[in-house]
């Protein structure tokens, strides 16, 4: 559990809820959590004009995905995770609606993080980070951003939005454990893996959030994936 610490810290960085980071960059000495964090503050320090800034790449009921959005969430897998081109896209596009889904849902349900509740949380992944078997790697992230500082001034809103997101989902777990208290909710199979019905439903949630947003997009030429 400790050695999975800094790859959550990644995922809210990243948008994300599900970043695997592998691939170190090669003929270099520095790991992915390094390329990571220089990807992440090269693409805040460019202040050229770029022709994707304002582009609406997909746009739903209540949702935005511009160019800019897209490009540099798939430029952070490439870099820093290894991607694939048009694996890198597909995932940058899925990842980034369903955070905005989710934030979107959560908000119009009326959830907020104070910002005691916010240095609450960061405290606790400041000392999460202290922890030997992951220090190594924060700290690779950390000169990556340019100092430990930069990270966390960057990712202090990420954070909020996803502490708003996992209220919003943890009040439905809450409710769907309670509707079904009387079931057997956990089951085991026979490799000894554990399935809980409560995952299965919450993807579910998610999809149907997602395609009441009726999402539209359009095609680009950097983007390697079809409508």
């Given at each position: ?6 790859v959550s810290v990644l995922c809210l960085a990243l ?94 349900a009326g959830y907020k993080v104070s910002d005691g ?65 009387d079931e057997e909710l956990i089951s085991y199979g ?38």
């Amino acid at each position: 559990m400790k050695k999975k610490i800094i790859v959550s810290v990644l995922c809210l960085a990243l948008l994300i809820f599900s970043i695997n980071i592998y691939a170190e960059a090669e003929g270099d000495n520095k790991g992915p959590n390094f390329w990571l964090g220089r990807t992440i503050i090269s693409q805040l320090n460019n202040k050229s004009s770029r022709s994707d800034e304002n582009i609406i790449y997909a746009k739903g009921k209540d949702i935005e995905i511009t160019e800019k959005e897209l490009n540099n969430h798939a430029a952070r897998l490439i870099n820093a995770g290894g991607r694939e081109r048009e694996e890198a896209y597909k995932e940058a596009y899925d990842t980034i609606v369903r955070r905005k889904t989710l934030l979107h849902a959560a908000l119009q349900a009326g959830y907020k993080v104070s910002d005691g509740e916010l240095d609450q949380i960061i405290e606790k992944e400041k000392e999460n980070l202290q922890d030997p078997d992951v220090k190594e790697q924060a700290e690779e992230l950390y000169e990556g951003f340019g100092g430990e500082e930069a990270y966390w001034e960057y990712i202090r809103e990420i954070k909020r939005e996803t502490a708003i997101c996992s209220k919003y989902i943890n009040e439905k777990e809450k409710e769907y454990r309670e509707a079904h208290e009387d079931e057997e909710l956990i089951s085991y199979g026979e490799d000894g893996s554990i399935h809980d019905a409560w995952e299965e439903e919450k993807e579910k949630l998610i999809q149907q959030l997602i395609e009441e947003q009726q999402i539209e997009r359009g095609r680009k030429k950097s983007c390697v994936f079809g409508k």
